[in-house]
C-alpha cells in the first residue's frame, strides 16, 4: 500500500532522512522509534507530502511522491494525520472542527457531514462535548477530536505524530485506547511513538530510526525480545528502564 | 478672557455637521483600510516574490512619511489619475470628500497591514500544518482557519488603531475640509471665539476616544479562549 | 531634481538652502522634542506603577488627557488658547514672541508632552512586565524606592520595551509635520512653499518625501544599533520590527 524507496532529504548541510527504504501493507500497523533527532517526524510527514523529499519516490497507493511533485491535495483526502499539538481549529467548536474539511474539502452536504461527524464523535466517546469549543476541553480529549476530524474525510492511511507526547499520563490511555480500536478495525497505521507498551501490543512491525536511517525493521515481537543492531539494544535498554 | 457658553450653542448644528463627515471619514477609513491591509499582508507573505516585494516597500514607504505629505501627494495626484483615466491625460476636478477618503485608505492600510501580519504570526505553526493535511485549499484555509484566528489574536490592536485613525481625520485641516476640528476652526474665525471653540472640540475627542479606548480595554478581558 | 539648484523668486538664495532649513526645524523640533519626551515620559510612567497615592492617580490623568486628544488639536491648544488662558502679562508676552520662536517653542511643548504620555505607557509596561520577585530582591537587599527604579527595574524595562521605543522614535518625526499649522516652516511646509513657487509639484513632493525616507532609515539603523549593543542574551526577545 505505501512504499518508501531510497528517500532522502537535507536541511541545507544537514541530512535529515538518509536512503529510507520501507513497505506498509494494507491493513498493517507500524511504529517508528528511536531516539530524538533521528529524523521519525520527518519521515512520516513526507507521507502525506507536509515534507518534500530531495531524492526517491514514495508511492501511496497509486499516488506517488517524488523530488518536484507539487500537486498533492488528492494525496490529503486518503491520508488523515494526528499531530502532537493536536492543532485543532480554535475559534471552531468540537462538531465544526470535524465537519468543515468534509464540507469545504470533499464537498459533502451539510446534513451528511454532521451526521459523520456525530457518529465519529460518539466513536471516540466524546458525543457530550459536541459544542464546547477546543479550549474547554483536556489534552486527551482535544487528541480525541483531532483523530475523529481526520477519520472524517475516509483516509485509507492514517499517520500519527507522537500522539500522546503533549498529554499528561492519566491521559495517555485515552487515545490509545481509540488508537488500538482502528488498528483492531483493520485501518492502515504509521505511528511515531514513545509508546512501547502500544508497540509491543498492538503494532505489527517496529521500524527503528537513528541519524536518519532505518536501522531496523522487524516484527514486533521479535525486535522487543531480540533487538539485532546495537543502537536498538542500547536504545530500548534506556527507554524501557523505566 | 471670556468664556461665553452660548457661542457654542448656536453653532451645535455646524459642529455636528463637522462631527458626522469625521465619523464618515473614520467608518470609511477603517473599512477600506482593514480590506486593503489584509490583501497587503498576505501579499507580503506570498511566495510571489514580486507580489511581496511591492507589498512590503508600499507598507514601508507608506510608514514612514507624514500623513499631511501623503494628504498634499493624493489631492495632486488624483485629479491627474482620474484624467489619464478618462480624460485623455488632462486633470479632472475631483470633489475633497472622494480624495479624502482614498487618502485615508491608502495610508491607513499599511499600519493594518502590519497589525494583521502580526495576528498571522501569533497563530502557531501547527495550524498551518493542520489546515494542509486535512488538505484544505490554501483560499479556504485562509478564509475560514486562518484569518479569523488572526484577526481575533489582534483586535484589540485594531481598535486602537482604529481610534488613533479617529484622532489623523483632523489633518484634513490642511486642505481646510470640514471635518470637526474644521467646523470648529471656521467657526472660530467668523466669530473670534477660540478659546471656546477649540477647547469644546479637544472635550469633544476626549470624549470618544477615552470611551472608546476603555471598551477595548474591556474587550481585551473577555478575548481570551476561556482555556481551563 | 534640478529644481533644488535654481535661484528663489527672492533671489537670496536657492531652493536647497529652503530644503535645509525645513530639515533643520524639523530635526530640531523632532529631537528636543524627544528629550522631553523621554525624561516626563520615564518618570509619569514610573508614576504609574507606584502602588498607591496620588502619584499614580495623576499619572493617569496625564496620560489620558493626552492620548485622547489629536495631537493637532493639542498643538492649537498651546498656539491659540493658551496665551488667552494666562494672566494678561504673560499671554501678551507669549504672543509677542519672534516668529519661528513664537511657533517652535508651543510646538516644542506640545510634541514633547503628547510622545511623553505614549511613552509613559511603554515605560509602565516594561516594568510591569518584570517578574515580582525582582523588586523583592531590591527591597531585600536594602535599595531605597529610587535606587531600585534606577539600577535595578529601569534598566531591564528599557530593554524589553526598546523595539516599541524605536517605533515611537520614528513617528515623533513623521508628528513634527502637525507644527505646519501653527507656521512652523518644517519641511512638509516647505515642500507646499516650493509647490506654490514654482508649481512643479511632483518634484517639490518627490524631494521632501525621499528626505523623509532617508530620515526613517537612519533614525531605524540607529535604534537598531541601540538594540544590539543593549542586549543581554537572557532577554533577547523579538529584535527590532522593521
Known amino acids: 500500500m505505501i512504499s518508501i524507496s531510497h528517500v532522502s532529504k537535507s536541511y541545507g548541510a544537514f541530512q535529515v532522512l538518509k536512503d529510507c527504504n520501507a513497505d506498509v501493507a494494507r491493513g498493517e500497523v507500524v511504529v517508528i522509534c528511536g531516539p530524538s533527532g533521528s529524523g521519525k517526524s520527518t519521515l512520516i510527514k513526507t507521507v502525506n507530502g507536509l515534507e518534500t523529499i530531495d531524492a526517491g519516490e514514495i508511492k501511496v497507493g497509486d499516488f506517488r511522491l517524488a523530488p518536484g511533485v507539487t500537486h498533492v491535495a488528492a494525496l490529503r483526502r486518503s491520508v488523515g494525520m494526528v499531530f502532537q499539538s493536536f492543532e485543532l481549529f480554535p475559534h471552531l467548536t468540537v462538531l465544526s472542527n470535524v465537519t468543515i474539511a468534509q464540507t469545504k474539502v470533499l464537498k459533502r452536504p451539510k446534513a451528511v457531514a454532521e451526521e459523520k461527524a456525530r457518529s465519529l464523535l460518539a466513536r471516540v466517546g466524546l458525543s457530550a462535548h459536541i459544542t464546547k469549543y477546543p479550549a474547554q476541553l483536556s489534552g486527551g480529549q482535544q487528541q480525541r477530536v483531532a483523530i475523529a476530524r481526520a477519520l472524517a474525510l475516509d483516509p485509507e492511511v492514517m499517520l500519527f505524530d507522537e500522539p500522546t507526547s503533549a498529554l499528561d499520563p492519566e491521559m495517555v490511555n485515552e487515545v490509545l485506547d481509540v488508537m488500538t480500536s482502528l488498528a483492531k478495525q483493520g485501518m492502515t497505521m504509521i505511528c511515531v511513538t514513545h509508546e512501547m507498551g502500544f508497540a509491543r501490543n498492538v503494532a505489527n512491525r517496529v521500524l527503528f530510526m537513528d541519524g536518519g536511517e532505518i536501522v531496523e525493521t522487524a516484527d514486533a515481537a521479535t525486535f522487543f525480545a531480540a533487538p539485532r543492531s546495537e543502537r536498538a539494544k542500547s536504545f530500548l535498554a534506556r527507554i524501557l528502564k523505566h | ?228 | 531634481m534640478s529644481l533644488l539648484f535654481e535661484t528663489t523668486p527672492d533671489g537670496v538664495g536657492r531652493y536647497i538652502d529652503w530644503i535645509w532649513s525645513g530639515l533643520a526645524w524639523t530635526l530640531s523640533l523632532a529631537l528636543g522634542a524627544w528629550t522631553i519626551a523621554l525624561v516626563v515620559g520615564t518618570l509619569v510612567g514610573v508614576a504609574r506603577t507606584f502602588p498607591g497615592g496620588i502619584w499614580p492617580r495623576l499619572a493617569r490623568i496625564y496620560v489620558e488627557t493626552f492620548r485622547n486628544i489629536p495631537l493637532l488639536v493639542q498643538m492649537f491648544f498651546w498656539y491659540f488658547v493658551l496665551p488667552e488662558l494666562l494672566p494678561q502679562r504673560l499671554g501678551l508676552a507669549i504672543k509677542q514672541m519672534d516668529p519661528p520662536w513664537g511657533s517652535f517653542v508651543p510646538a516644542l511643548i506640545c510634541l514633547g508632552l503628547f510622545t511623553a504620555a505614549r511613552i509613559a505607557e511603554q515605560v509602565r509596561a516594561g516594568v510591569q512586565a518584570l517578574p515580582a520577585g525582582q523588586r523583592a530582591a531590591a527591597y531585600a537587599l536594602g535599595f531605597s524606592r529610587g535606587g531600585m527604579y534606577r539600577l535595578i527595574l529601569l534598566p531591564q524595562a528599557f530593554r524589553i520595551i526598546l523595539p516599541t521605543l524605536t517605533n515611537e522614535f520614528m513617528t515623533i518625526f513623521k508628528n513634527t509635520s502637525v507644527a505646519l499649522t501653527i507656521g512652523l516652516v518644517e519641511l512638509t511646509a516647505t515642500a507646499r512653499e516650493i509647490n506654490e513657487n514654482t508649481f512643479r509639484t511632483f518634484d517639490a513632493y518627490g524631494v521632501v518625501t525621499l528626505v523623509y525616507l532617508v530620515i526613517a532609515l537612519i533614525a531605524w539603523q540607529l535604534m537598531y544599533r541601540i538594540e544590539r549593543a543593549a542586549q543581554l542574551p537572557s532577554l533577547v526577545r523579538g529584535s527590532a520590527r522593521k
Open chain 2, 1 to 228: 478672557m471670556n468664556f461665553n457658553l452660548s457661542a457654542i450653542t448656536s453653532v451645535v448644528p455646524f459642529l455636528l455637521s463637522g462631527l458626522l463627515f469625521t465619523i464618515e471619514i473614520t467608518v470609511v477609513g477603517v473599512i477600506g483600510g482593514i480590506v486593503f491591509g489584509s490583501l497587503l499582508a498576505v501579499a507580503r507573505l506570498s511566495s510571489n516574490r514580486l507580489l511581496s516585494a511591492f507589498a512590503t516597500a508600499y507598507i514601508n514607504l507608506m510608514r514612514s512619511i507624514p500623513l499631511i505629505m501623503v494628504i498634499f501627494w493624493v489631492f495632486f495626484l488624483v485629479p491627474w489619475a482620474i484624467g489619464w483615466l478618462t480624460n485623455g491625460g488632462r486633470p479632472v476636478a475631483v470633489g475633497a470628500s472622494l480624495t479624502i477618503y482614498v487618502t485615508f485608505v491608502l495610508f491607513e492600510a499599511a499600519y493594518y497591514a502590519e497589525i494583521v501580519r502580526a495576528g498571522f504570526r501569533s497563530i502557531s505553526s501547527g495550524q498551518y500544518a493542520a489546515c494542509e493535511a486535512l488538505g484544505l485549499s490554501k483560499l479556504h484555509a485562509y478564509v475560514y482557519i486562518l484569518f479569523p484566528q488572526a484577526i481575533r489574536n489582534v483586535l484589540p490592536i485594531l481598535l486602537t488603531q482604529t481610534i488613533i485613525l479617529f484622532q489623523d481625520t483632523s489633518l484634513v485641516y490642511v486642505i481646510s475640509a470640514t471635518d470637526l476640528l474644521g467646523a470648529a476652526t471656521k467657526i472660530a474665525q467668523r466669530d473670534g471665539k477660540l478659546v471656546e471653540m477649540y477647547l469644546t472640540v479637544g472635550v469633544i475627542y476626549f470624549l470618544f476616544c477615552y470611551s472608546a479606548s476603555q471598551l477595548v480595554k474591556r474587550l481585551q478581558g473577555r478575548l481570551a479562549y476561556g482555556a481551563r
